[in-house]
Nanobody
Framework: QVQLVESGGGLVQAGGSLKLSCAAS????????MGWFRQAPGKEREFVAA????????FYADSVKGRFTISRDNAKNTVDLQMNSLKPEDAAVYYC??????????????????????WGQGTQVTVSS
């Protein structure tokens, strides 16, 4: 059982920056792949970024590549999402998610929301133009 709590959301002007943080419970954080997803009104939840358990590899949606950076600190059980050059279309509720190992998703893309087992409550990001 993994508990995830996001923080750092808020209102920012287009072109500005925000850093989201996610704190995870448990003693095995370093074995989870972690992801950030977002959901805008009327839209499906979509992949934003992911990071492998040791932090050795990162993955980004094309829409945020070059603007967002995902990182993790396994000593602190945290994963962050630094968001720069924010655009109005980035406005959404952002969710932190944990993906535990399972043979059922072996070979699956880190971008698939269906492969993540635990989710935070979400934090709102609003971007004004």
């Amino acid at each position: 059982q993994v508990q995830l709590v996001e923080s750092g959301g808020g209102l920012v002007q287009a072109g500005g920056s925000l850093k989201l943080s996610c704190a995870a419970s448990g003693r095995t954080f370093s074995t989870y792949a972690m992801g950030w997803f977002r959901q805008a009104p009327g839209k499906e939840r979509e992949f934003v970024a992911a990071i492998t358990p040791s932090g050795g590899s990162t993955f980004y949606a094309d829409s945020v590549k070059g603007r967002f950076t995902i990182s993790r600190d396994n000593a602190k059980n945290t994963v962050d999402l630094q968001m720069n050059s924010l655009k109005p279309e980035d406005a959404a509720v952002y969710y932190c998610a944990a993906r535990l190992y399972s043979s059922s998703y072996r070979g699956s893309s880190y971008s698939s929301r269906y492969t993540y087992q635990y989710w935070g409550q979400g934090t709102q990001v609003t971007v004004s133009s």
